[in-house]
């Protein structure tokens, strides 16, 4: 729910976590994607919250990680693989 940045489900701050879950799944092949799409939605979402609370900033770094840090998060967690390009040895 914009301009509060609410889930229109649950009514947690966007995104939570089921809204995390289905972007993960949406964005699965696309890592990049979802990082250029929720950059967007943060930029939208402080242009928002600004305008309703101008003289309340709030704590940027807890609204970064609200939008970008969780993916990197998830992404950290997951075991490495083998890379397929990997040059043998002569």
Not at 10 to 24: D, E, F, I, N, Q
Not at 56 to 61: I, L, V
């Amino acid at each position: 729910m914009r301009p509060l940045w609410l889930c229109r489900r649950c009514g947690h701050p966007w995104p939570c976590g089921a809204a995390k879950v289905a972007l993960s799944a949406e964005y699965r092949d696309s890592p990049v994607s979802l990082f250029l799409y929720l950059a967007s939605c943060l930029h939208d979402a402080i242009d928002d919250l600004h305008q309703l609370h101008p003289n309340d900033t709030g704590n940027t770094a807890n609204v970064f990680d609200r939008f970008l840090g969780w993916p990197a998060q998830h992404r950290s967690r997951r075991p490495p693989t083998a890379d397929p390009q990997t040059p043998e040895e002569t």
